[in-house]
């Protein structure tokens, strides 16, 4: 039998806490050494095709990892048909799921598995581990897989209340060495300009206009983090200006989490106070006055009437970045709700930045056109696709009625080759081989079968499509709610031209 096989590697954090001989053998290069050994000094797989699949940095507490995902699916559509990984726990360390993918659902898959290092081969009976070794096997490593979890945790827990610095990178204005925090003179100089410039009164807005014109790197640029934008905004002086590290002041515990990447912040009664921790490079006084200056801006900010449809999502089309709302008020009338909003680009690093004031009303009164527009296209394309749709529907049924039949003559088949092998016509062997080829057959028309089916249905996301245009023409006119529903981004040039990223552009662009 010809083999295409699938060589898996994974490698988690956890895996750190090996001493160094294991650790080099249980890295992604180490593992595929001894896989691609094993393969060369066996001849059944020496010729096989190979595919690998990798998961570097993934638990193998459960299986939402792409690499596994990704080989999973290709077992269900028969593109592998043998598996090898180093040992068992690369493959995972939950006891119920490996359990069940190698006693369950890879016999039915006909995938051969193979543990190197555990001395596994589903082929293989004599010789290998028994399924009472495999199960043994799968539970110690999903217990060794809790087991360093609750150390790690237990020890970050111990490092918090020693007061170490255990969140990653440092703030602006820092550098970590052995978990403190050692002040960076460089970066700690722009931390006191950007107190400076507040104390002075200039807005956030303002104080990060003057740094990106002065090309001063942000933190991101600074530490030379990949895919990171190297704009100042107004929310990282915020930020600088509010954290209490500036002060001296180390606060531990700030965050917690019950669950794996699912953070939320914690009660101030559990956080974590040293004060006087590390080198300040502010000082409280400095620190309180522009806090209670900024209170008051943001007690101001919160009376006003406010917009609400566009929240987050107007962009400078020549820069990307956000565009600032302002408001201007009516001097001529002394309501104070008497108020008018616009936008405008406050960084303008391109010539193509919208510089001039996009007033909101109108912005809105553009937006609903856009969407009148785009949906009646859509709407004139689905009853189109609905058309077409049923035409092709009146052919299925033959085709199914056909594959039927000669799926009738197979399983036909497969009884008179059992016949010949009760009268001793033909071996024993001849026969499983025989209806091997002959199952092979009918599991290929069933998927056939399985496909005209599926493409005789409506797809889901055209039934999604309908109903959000049916929805929409519910409407009479286009209200807020409509616009936060349909719209994810707009982009604004210059000329005031308006360019939408609308929320369902991939339901109705997948099968429209």
Known sequence: MSYTTAVYLRLSDDDSDLDSIKTESNSISGQRIIIRNFINNHPDLKNSIIKEYCDDGYSGINFKRPGIIKLLDDVKSGTVNCIIVKDLSRFGRNFIEVGNYLEQIFPVFNIRFIAVNDNYDSNIKSGCMSN??????????????????????????????QGLYINGIAPYGYKVKDKQLVVDNYAAEIVR??????????????????LNSENIPTRSAYMKMPDKKAYWKANNISNILH??????????????????????????????????????????????????????????????????????????????????????????????????????????????????????????????????????????????????????????????????????????????????????????????????????????????????????????????????????????SISDETIDMFVKKIFISSNEEIEIEFNFKDIFDTQI
């Not at 809790?146 to 209340?161: F, G, L, P, V, Y």
């Not at 300009?193 to 807005?205: D, L, P, R, T, V």
């Not at 006055?289 to 089309?317: A, D, L, M, W």
Request: proline share 1%.
């Open 132 to 161: 009472i070794e495999i199960a043994f096997r799968n539970l110690m490593n999903e217990e060794y897989s809790k087991d360093i979890s609750a150390k790690i945790k237990a020890t970050k827990e111990i490092q918090k209340k």
């Open 193 to 210: 300009q950007i107190f400076k410039m507040a104390e002075m009164g200039i807005s956030c807005m303002n104080i990060a206009k003057a």
């Open 243 to 476: 954290n209490e590290v500036y002060i001296g002041t180390l606060i531990n515990n700030r965050w917690g989490s019950n669950f794996p990447n699912v953070f939320k912040r914690n009660s101030s009664e559990d956080w974590i106070i040293f004060e006087n921790h590390h080198e300040a490079i502010i000082s409280v006084e400095t620190f309180e006055n522009i806090k209670k200056r900024h209170r008051k801006i943001k007690n101001r900010k919160s009376s006003r009437n406010n917009y609400t449809e566009f929240k987050k999502k107007v962009y400078c089309k020549g820069c990307k970045q956000p565009l600032q709302k302002h408001y201007t008020k009516n001097i001529h009338n002394k309501n104070t709700n008497d108020i008018s909003f616009f936008y405008r680009c406050d960084y303008g690093n391109t010539d193509n930045c919208c510089k001039d004031k996009v007033n909101i009303s109108h912005l809105k009164k553009m937006t609903s056109i856009s969407i009148k527009n785009y949906l009646n296209i859509i709407s004139d394309k689905l009853n189109s696709l609905k058309i077409k749709h049923i035409e092709n529907k009146k052919n299925t049924y033959k085709s199914i009625l056909a594959i039927d039949d000669k799926i009738k003559q197979f399983e036909n088949k497969i009884l008179i080759e059992y016949t010949n092998y009760r009268t001793n016509t033909i071996s024993k062997q001849e026969f499983i081989s025989r209806r091997g080829k002959l199952s092979d057959k009918i599991y290929a028309m069933n998927l056939e079968k399985e496909k005209i089916n599926s493409d005789s249905t409506l797809p889901e996301n055209i039934i999604t499509a309908e109903n959000i245009v049916k929805k929409f023409n519910s409407d009479k």
